[in-house]
C-alpha cells in the first residue's frame, strides 16, 4: 500500500515486549511501514539481555528475525556513512537519524524525545513522537486496521493468555493510555 506512514522504531520502543508485538501486529496489517537497523535490534537485544539475564539469547534472535521477516520493507542499509553527518548531543542516536534518513522515515518513534530535538529533526524533514500520539495518529488514519491489529495481537497472547483489561493495563503500564483508552471501547 502506498499510503503507509513510515516511521524509525527506536530501541527503546522495541525493547518493551508489548510494544514491539503490536508495532509487528501493525505492520502486518499494512497500518504502517516500520524501519529499522541491525543496530537498533543490536542494542534492543542487548540492553534486554543486560536488564534480564535470564532471558535466551536464542529466543531473542529468532524475534529479531521473525521482526524483519514480517516488517514488510524494513531494513535500513547503507546509513552508517551519514552517521558522522548528522548533528545530534547524544552520539549514541545518531545512527537512529541516520537512517531515518536514509531509509526516508519522516518520523521517529522514541521515548527519548529530549535525544531528537526538532531544530535539527527539521532540518531534515523528521519528527520524533511518542509511541502513543503514533499509535493514536495510526489510528485515525486507519481506524479498523489498527483495532484489527491490536485484536490479533491479544488473541495472539498465549504464554499467559491475557484477559481484555489485563492486555489494556499492559499498554497503559507501556505507556500508551490514550491508546488503550480508544481500544477500550473498540474491543
Known amino acids: 500500500m502506498p499510503d503507509l506512514p513510515i516511521a524509525m522504531m527506536d530501541s527503546c520502543v522495541l525493547y518493551p515486549p508489548i510494544l514491539r ?29 543486560e536488564h534480564r539475564p535470564e532471558l535466551n539469547r536464542a529466543a531473542l534472535l529468532r524475534t529479531r528475525d521473525l521482526m524483519n521477516e514480517h516488517g514488510g520493507d524494513c531494513q535500513v542499509e547503507g546509513f552508517e556513512g551519514l552517521i558522522d553527518t548528522v548533528a545530534l548531543l547524544d552520539l549514541d542516536d545518531r545512527h537512529v537519524l541516520a537512517a531515518a534518513i536514509a531509509g ?9 524525545l529530549r535525544h531528537f530535538p526538532a531544530s535539527v529533526l527539521s532540518t531534515h524533514g523528521i519528527v520524533a513522537l511518542a509511541p502513543d500520539p503514533f499509535v493514536c495518529a495510526l489510528y485515525s488514519r486507519h481506524p479498523e486496521r489498527t483495532v484489527a491489529a491490536a485484536r490479533q495481537m491479544h488473541s495472539a497472547l498465549k504464554r499467559p493468555p491475557k484477559t481484555r483489561d489485563e492486555y489494556l493495563a499492559g499498554l497503559r503500564q507501556n505507556q500508551l493510555t490514550h491508546f488503550a483508552n480508544i481500544l477500550a471501547a473498540e474491543m
Do not use: C, R, Y
Not at 24 to 33: G, P, T
Not at 104 to 112: R, S, W
Open 104 to 112: 526516508g522515515a519522516p518520523t521517529i518513534v522514541t521515548f527519548n
Open 21 to 49: 508485538d503490536l508495532f509487528l501486529w501493525l505492520a502486518v496489517e499494512k497500518v504502517f511501514q516500520p524501519k529499522w537497523t541491525e543496530m537498533i535490534h543490536s542494542e534492543w537485544i542487548e540492553n534486554l539481555l
